[in-house]
């Protein structure tokens, strides 16, 4: 039996599908996650082949991915990345069980090395993921909406259907099946993303400049009872900034701050000397003033 663990976002869940379909994975066999949880992943014993899509080394804990890359190493086929930190992957996993490299997307890369990859769905998660290079596409919004909700809902259970009905949704087309049923859900779910849409707006008028040496730096301490889309606050913030700090509560009431910048010259994973990460935005866990103050250091000696 085969299993994919994949990431939770539109490019994971893309590239989850594209494994399902070339190897014909049942999309039951797909959990979806982020990089920091994948200690909390239980693989059933009975499963003989593991593909990892989109999951890129634990910028904070880098031991977990080695652990779990440790633990299943014989069973891992396949290893797909395009993170900063690959390099890890190829030491830890062998070259021969990886396809990584500098791409817009996962299923980009997918498509560069051979997988058959639908045009659209390459362009759905370039717009996804790279926001500040590609453009929205009609696919990439219509999965955005209804996934977010799912995500900012923080229900588990209902995060986890509207991925697998993305799945579901994209197979049945791959394959000209009726996913009328899928397309129903889905709109129902961008629907319910409306509000989210709204706050992310307001929050966006919100974004004050702040003194960040020769940049201008965008900064931001998010209402904790309002769900907002990061992605697309920063999107709506680069119209007036080139870099941006957002300060913001977890899950678990911890404290997060997140800084993007849509200046491909800057690289903030070698920046703030990560071990991994996408080039362009980073989360720094820890107390907000401690860690904006390093940023501001950091940034004013560019």
Same mark, same amino acid.
């Given at each position: ?6 990431? $939770? ?7 989850? %599908? ?8 049942? *999309?039951?066999?797909?959990?979806? %996650? ?13 499963? &003989?082949? /593991? ?13 977990? %991915? @080695?652990?779990?890359? &440790? ?44 997988? /058959?990859? @639908?045009?659209?769905w390459?362009?759905? #998660?370039?717009? #996804? ?15 955005? +909406? ?11 259970r ?9 799945? @579901? ?11 009328? *049923?899928?397309? @129903?859900?889905?709109?129902?779910? $961008? ?11 307001e ?8 003194? $960040? ?6 900064? /931001?301490k ?10 697309r ?21 911890? !404290?997060? %701050? /997140? ?13 703030? !000397?990560?071990?991994s $990460?996408?080039?362009? +935005? ?6 907000? &003033? &401690? ?12």
């Open positions: 039996m085969k299993f994919v663990v994949s990431h $939770g976002d539109i490019d994971g869940v893309i590239s989850a %599908t594209i494994i399902s379909i070339n190897f014909g994975i049942s *999309e039951r066999n797909i959990i979806f %996650t982020q990089p920091f949880l994948l200690d909390k992943i239980n693989i059933p014993a009975n499963i &003989e082949e /593991i593909f990892v899509v989109d999951i890129a080394v634990n910028n904070r804990n880098p031991d977990m %991915t @080695r652990e779990f890359i &440790e633990r299943y190493k014989d069973k891992i086929r396949l290893w797909i990345d395009h993170h900063e930190g690959y390099i890890y992957l190829q030491e830890w996993l062998g070259e021969e069980k990886v396809i990584v490299g500098d791409s817009p997307s996962c299923p980009q890369l997918m498509k560069d090395n051979g997988f /058959i990859v @639908r045009e659209e390459v362009a759905a #998660a370039n717009a #996804a993921d790279r926001p500040t290079e590609y453009k929205e596409t009609d696919l990439s919004i219509f999965l955005n +909406r209804s996934l977010k909700y799912g995500i900012l809902s923080e229900d588990e209902l995060k986890e259907n509207i991925m697998r009905t993305i799945v @579901r949704y994209l197979v049945k087309s791959y394959k000209s099946e009726d996913n009328s *049923e899928e397309r @129903r859900l889905l709109e129902e779910y $961008g629907k319910l993303y409306e509000e989210i849409e709204r706050n992310t707006i929050a966006s008028e919100n974004i004050e400049l702040i003194a $960040g040496g020769k940049y201008k730096i965008g900064y /931001i998010l209402d904790p009872k309002k769900k907002v889309d990061i992605t606050l920063f999107m709506l913030g680069y119209k007036r900034f080139d870099m941006i700090i957002i300060q913001k509560y977890g899950n678990n009431n911890e !404290e997060i %701050t /997140i800084i993007g910048t849509k200046l491909k010259e800057i690289n903030l994973v070698k920046m703030f !000397e990560l071990k $990460g996408a080039p362009f +935005r980073i989360s720094l866990p820890g107390p907000h &003033e &401690e860690i904006l103050e390093h940023i501001l250091s950091r940034l004013k000696e560019l």
